[in-house]
C-alpha cells in the first residue's frame, strides 16, 4: 500500500487548507487513516484519524474545532480540513494506515508528508 500526502502550503493565520491522502494498492475501506504533523525540532505526534466506516473520528485537542477529518472511499482519498489556523500548526503533515489511535507507533505506512506553513 502506498499513501500520498498532498496540498501543503503557505497560508496567513486564520486561513484554511485541504490537505489530501490518495491511497493506493489496497482498499481504502478495509483501513483506518491518520493525520501526524512534525514541527521542526519536535517529535511527530498525532493530528487525526478516521475509522474504515468514517462512523468513528478522534481530534488531538489542539486542533479539535478546527480540524476536520473526512474520506471518500470511492475516490480512496482522506481529507484534513484545516481552518483557523495557528501559527503552531505549521509542520510537515503526514498520512498513514494503521489502528484507530493518535499513537504514531500504532501506525505501519506512512506517506512522504506535505509542508504547511501559518506565518503572516
Known amino acids: 500500500v502506498q499513501l500520498q500526502a498532498s496540498g501543503g502550503g503557505l497560508v496567513q493565520p486564520g486561513g484554511s487548507l485541504r490537505l489530501s491522502c490518495v491511497v493506493s494498492?489496497?482498499?481504502?475501506?478495509?483501513?483506518?487513516i491518520g493525520w501526524f504533523r512534525q514541527a521542526p525540532g519536535k517529535e511527530r505526534e498525532g493530528v487525526s484519524c478516521?475509522?474504515?466506516?468514517?462512523?468513528?473520528?478522534n481530534y488531538a485537542d489542539s486542533v479539535q474545532g478546527r480540524f476536520t477529518i473526512s474520506r471518500d472511499n470511492a475516490k480512496n482519498t482522506v481529507y484534513l480540513h484545516m481552518n483557523n489556523l495557528k501559527p503552531e500548526d505549521t509542520g510537515v503533515y503526514y498520512c498513514a494506515k494503521g489502528i484507530y489511535s493518535l499513537l504514531p507507533g500504532t501506525y505501519d505506512y506512512w506517506g512522504q508528508g506535505t509542508l504547511v506553513t501559518v506565518s503572516s
Open positions: 494498492g489496497e482498499n481504502l475501506n478495509y483501513y483506518t
Open positions: 478516521i475509522f474504515e466506516s468514517a462512523e468513528s473520528a
